[in-house]
């Protein structure tokens, strides 16, 4: 495969490049015929390689769940940071963004038990998660805001992700008017 990749793991990486290597595979095919061996393969090292980092396929997917929460946390981050007046629409935004962008990781991160099971996983999720607890709870101040948010977020990705939602071209408008209604109440 590439030279890049066999240099990564020449200098000992081997387990950031599968990561890497696993999370392009998801990105083109989901994660249900991942296989250690094929990502030994795309990776362009030995079939047993992989073993030397992970026990086994959930172990890997447990690690690609990790990165993945690791950068919606950042996106969160990013969100948060913008000009707008509404934080609540800018986290949505990011959240549902992250998941258009990465729809294969997405459904693994909430999907695949790898992610109840894995305790570095389930630290990178609460982190994420946090970003948006402490946005939301510290400006709006009430719990069943963060889990409301959270849902309203989570579903939005899901159905665009699923095609259920049309969006013109332009996701963005689509989380923004429908965070914004509920948030506002319908618009007379």
Known sequence: MSTSVRATYHHGDLHAALVDVAIQAISEQGDADLSLRDIARRAGVSAGAPYRHFADKDALLAAVATRGYEELRRRLLVATGSAS??????????????????????????????????????????????????????????????????????????????????????PEAVVRTAVTAILNGPSE
Not at 106 to 134: D, G, I, K, Q, Y
């Open 85 to 170: 007046d509404s934080v609540y629409v800018d986290l949505a935004v990011g959240y549902v963004t992250f998941a258009l962008d990465h729809p294969g990781l997405f459904r693994l991160m909430f999907t695949h038990p790898c992610s109840r099971n894995a305790p570095e996983t389930a630290a990178a999720a609460a982190a994420a998660a946090a970003v948006f607890a402490e946005q939301v709870g510290e400006r709006m101040g009430a719990v069943a805001l963060v889990t409301g948010g959270w849902a309203l977020a989570h579903g939005l990705a899901t159905l665009l992700i699923d095609g259920k939602l049309h969006d013109d071209g332009c």
